[in-house]
C-alpha cells in the first residue's frame, strides 16, 4: 500500500491534470468555431451545393483550425509536462530520495512537437482535406443529402454531426498528448535520478478505468520504455526505486487486491457482461491487455478480445 504521502500527490496529481484536460477541450473547440461557423453560415444562407467562394472560404478556415489546434495542443502539453515534473519530484520526495531539482520539462515538450513528430503527424492525419469534418467530406455530405432530398434541418443536422466528429477527435489529440507529455516528462525526471530503476503502470481504481489499464496495473518497466498508452489513456507511472524499504512507498496495491474493492456492478462495467465471465471463471486481469505498435500512436495498449481468452 503505498504511503498516505505518496495518496495524497496522486490524487492531487489526477485533479490537477483533470482541469488541464477540461481547458484542453476548451481551447480545441474553440480552434474549430470560425471554421464551423463557416458551414452553419452557408446552410442558413440557403446554399445547396459547394461553390467555388464557399470552398475557398472553408479551405482558409480549416487551415486556420489546424494553426490554432495544433497551438492549443502544444499548449496543453506544456502545462501536463510541467505537472508531471512536479508530480515526479514529489513522488521521490514522498519515497526518502529528495525533492532535486526539475529542469526537463521543456524540452520532453520540445521533443515531442518537433518537426516529423508523433503530433505532427497526427495533425497531418487529423487535418486531412479529406479527414473527419474536413471540407471534402462537409462538402459532399451537403450536397448529396439535398440530392437525395433530405430537409435543410435534416442536412444541418447531418453536416454539423460531422464536424463536430472532427472536433472530438483534435479534443481526443489533445487529452492523449497531453498525458503524453506529463508521462514522458515523470519518466525523464526518473532517468536522471540515482536510485531509480523503472517505472510502475498505475491507474484511478475506479469503474471510469478500462479492462486494458487494469490489466497493466503495476506492471514494471524499465525508465528507458516509453509507456505505452491508448489513446485517451488517463493512466500514469511511479517511480520503482532499488531500496525495498523506499519502494514500499510507492508501489501500488496489487491489481486484483485493488479490483476487488470495486462492486460487481463496477466489474462489469469495466470488464463488459463477456469479459466479466471469464474474469469469474479464473481470467486473470493481465490476460485482458496487451501492446502493440500503432503506426500513428506508437506503443499502445490494446484490449484482447474476449475469444482470445
Known amino acids: 500500500m503505498p504511503s498516505e504521502q505518496v495518496l495524497t500527490e496522486l490524487a492531487a496529481d489526477r485533479a490537477a491534470v483533470q482541469a488541464r484536460e477540461r481547458a484542453a477541450r476548451r481551447r480545441a473547440r474553440a480552434a474549430a468555431s470560425p471554421y464551423r461557423r463557416v458551414w452553419v453560415a452557408a446552410l442558413a444562407a440557403g446554399q445547396r451545393t459547394v461553390s467555388g467562394t464557399l470552398a475557398g472560404e472553408a479551405a482558409r478556415e480549416w487551415a486556420r483550425s489546424r494553426r490554432a489546434s495544433q497551438a492549443a495542443i502544444e499548449t496543453a502539453m506544456a502545462q501536463g509536462a510541467a505537472r508531471g515534473e512536479l508530480s515526479a519530484l514529489r513522488l521521490l520526495e514522498a519515497a526518502g530520495l529528495g525533492r532535486g531539482e526539475g529542469q526537463v520539462g521543456r524540452e520532453v515538450v520540445a521533443e515531442l ?3 516529423g513528430s ?3 503527424r497526427l495533425l497531418d492525419r ?3 482535406d479529406s479527414g473527419v469534418g474536413g471540407p471534402e467530406q462537409v ?3 451537403l450536397e448529396s443529402g439535398f440530392a437525395d432530398g433530405l430537409s435543410p434541418q435534416e ?6 454531426r460531422e464536424v463536430d466528429a472532427g472536433v472530438r477527435s483534435t479534443e481526443r489529440i489533445a ?4 498525458m503524453r507529455a506529463h508521462r514522458e516528462t515523470n519518466r525523464s525526471v526518473f532517468q536522471e535520478r540515482d536510485g531509480v530503476t523503472g517505472w510502475r503502470w498505475v491507474v484511478d481504481e475506479s469503474a471510469r478505468t478500462c479492462a486494458v489499464c487494469w490489466g497493466l496495473y503495476g506492471e514494471v518497466y ?5 509507456f505505452p498508452a491508448h489513446p485517451n489513456c488517463r493512466c500514469r507511472m511511479v517511480p520503482v526505486l532499488d531500496d525495498p524499504e523506499a519502494d514500499r512507498l510507492v508501489a501500488p496495491d496489487d491489481k486484483n487486491t485493488a479490483f476487488a474493492r470495486l462492486s460487481p456492478e463496477e466489474q462489469r462495467q ?3 457482461p463477456g469479459g466479466y465471465d471469464k474474469w469469474q471463471a479464473g481470467t486473470g486481469l493481465d490476460e485482458f491487455a496487451t501492446v502493440t505498435r500503432d503506426p500513428v500512436w506508437g506503443p499502445t495498449a490494446v484490449r484482447v478480445p474476449n475469444s482470445r481468452l
Open 113 to 115: 512537437t518537433a518537426e
Open 118 to 120: 508523433r503530433l505532427s
Open 126 to 128: 487529423r487535418f486531412a
Open 139 to 141: 462538402g459532399r455530405l
Open 155 to 160: 442536412v444541418t443536422r447531418q453536416v454539423l
Open 175 to 178: 487529452r492523449t498528448e497531453m
Open 222 to 226: 524499465p525508465t528507458s520504455a516509453e
Open 270 to 272: 469495466v470488464l463488459g
